[in-house]
């Protein structure tokens, strides 16, 4: 059975990655508005993990395919997303992973 974390670059997923990681694949779900510094440490929590776990370790990147970028996004819509709208969390975060879980 294949075993998948949901990444998001925090402590708490990195800590689930680090303890459950080998032989899963982790899944982190770009909004296209995230800060150059996420990127980098996305790229570092991959490659230090990946040597914890001898290799046996994926983290797949995923992003939206409707929509093209929150920033994008919000500019177009004239919305900001907030407390009461979390539109992005759906958009571009749960529609992205619930898109790529259903090919596996």
């Known amino acids: 059975m ?3 974390i949901s990444f998001s670059g925090g402590v708490e997923s990195t800590t689930m990655c680090v303890l459950y990681g080998k ?4 899944i982190w779900c770009d ?3 995230e800060h150059e510094l996420m990127y980098e440490r996305i790229d570092e929590v991959e490659k230090e993990i990946k040597a914890l776990h001898e290799g046996d370790f994926d983290l797949i990147r995923v992003k939206s395919t ?3 970028g929150l920033e994008q996004y919000a500019i177009k819509r004239k919305f900001m997303p907030s407390g ?3 539109y992005c969390t759906r958009l571009f975060k749960i529609e ?3 898109d790529f879980l259903s090919t596996q």
Request: charge should be positive; hydrophobic fraction near 25%.
């Open 84 to 86: 009461q709208q979390r």
């Open 31 to 33: 909004t296209g508005a």
């Open 66 to 68: 409707k929509h093209e």
């Open 2 to 4: 294949k075993r998948f």
């Open 96 to 98: 992205p992973i619930d």
């Open 23 to 26: 032989g899963a694949k982790a």
